[in-house]
């Protein structure tokens, strides 16, 4: 909160100005509800704008650039010319999808940065980039690891019919290109990008006009809609709940969900190596039932005290 006497920044509940000790005006429930949620809305905002933007300007420079020839030397293009030239705009988007997604994420990151730069504040601070405690790291990953193949088998409950269309949408989004690209953006920077907007800021935002609780179930289901899909609704509803619990329990730190995330992330992946294409039920059930064990323990680990001059970087 703000003294609108020596303009300082004084931490939220304050009754008195930390520098020259004058009163600090109350704010109404309503008022901090309202504002909690204005700055956790306007940071998914920015999230979601800086993707729109790198993607229409790619995308239109890309059409220009196809399109220019035909228009400076003056030929008639037919319907033809031109649903082949924009079905070879969407395969040259598809194949690039993971660069825009690089310089969108570097450039939400780099906003971020020069922003509470701008305002004179700790980027770090004011995303919550704390330290946690060691040994509790691993342990953020394997129970990101271990959520992956629990999720999927709770998904294989919901109605055939909406799996399906999940299954068609995503086989059409699925981007070629280098498969180091893809893996660094989705089990590294995505992760990253994704805990500081919603847990970093969001969640941290939403949680100074109202309750922890409410402030988890809101966060969660504003990282559940950016997804699109119900059925990605869904699960990242879920999974904003369970590293919104992880940011709590590590010293309200962003690594923690960071590393979760990642873990998750990188999950699918070893899913996807271990079973491939296979239908056998007995695999299937051996690698959930063997992934409900970590996740038990992992929780386990995660649950436990933090041991005394465990907090290091």
Do not use: D, F, G, Y
């Given at each position: 909160m703000r003294c609108p006497h020596c303009h300082t920044d004084n931490y939220e509940g304050a009754k008195f100005c930390l520098s020259c000790g004058c009163p600090l005006p109350?704010?109404?429930?309503?008022?901090k509800f309202f504002m909690a949620a204005l700055h956790a809305c306007l940071y998914v905002a920015l999230f979601m704008g800086i993707q729109f933007l790198v993607s229409f300007f790619y995308s239109f420079f890309l059409s220009f650039s196809m399109m220019a020839p035909h228009l400076l030397s003056g030929s008639d293009l037919g319907d033809d010319a031109?649903?082949?030239i924009t079905e070879d705009i969407v395969r040259i988007v598809n194949n690039n999808l993971h660069t825009m997604m690089l310089l969108s994420g570097l450039l939400t990151i780099l906003t971020l940065v020069i922003s509470f730069r701008l305002r004179k504040k700790s980027p770090t601070e004011e995303m919550h980039i704390r330290k946690i405690p060691l040994l509790r790291a691993p342990w953020c990953v394997v129970f990101g690891v271990a959520l992956q193949p629990v999720t999927n088998l709770l998904l294989n409950f919901l109605p055939t019919s909406l799996l399906m269309d999940f299954e068609e949408q995503?086989?059409?989004a699925d981007a070629a290109g280098p498969l180091a690209m893809e893996i660094f953006n989705v089990v590294i920077l995505t992760p990253i990008v994704e805990?500081?907007?919603f847990r970093g800021l969001a969640f941290t935002r939403l949680r100074r006009g109202m309750s922890t609780a409410l402030a988890?179930?809101?966060s969660s289901a504003l990282f559940g809609a950016v997804h699109g899909h119900l059925v990605s609704f869904l699960y990242a509803s879920v999974l904003g709940v369970a590293l919104a619990w992880l940011m709590r329990r590590n010293n309200d730190s962003v690594?923690?969900?960071i590393l979760c995330h990642a873990g998750f992330n990188g999950g699918n992946y070893l899913l996807q190596a271990l079973l491939g294409d296979t239908d056998n039920?007995?695999?299937f059930f051996?690698?959930?039932l063997a992934s409900a064990a970590l996740l038990v323990l992992s929780g386990f680990m995660i649950l436990r005290p933090i041991p005394a001059g465990d907090m290091r970087e």
């Open positions: 109350r704010e109404s429930q309503a008022k031109v649903m082949a995503n086989a059409l805990e500081l907007i988890v179930l809101i690594i923690a969900p039920p007995l695999l051996s690698v959930t």
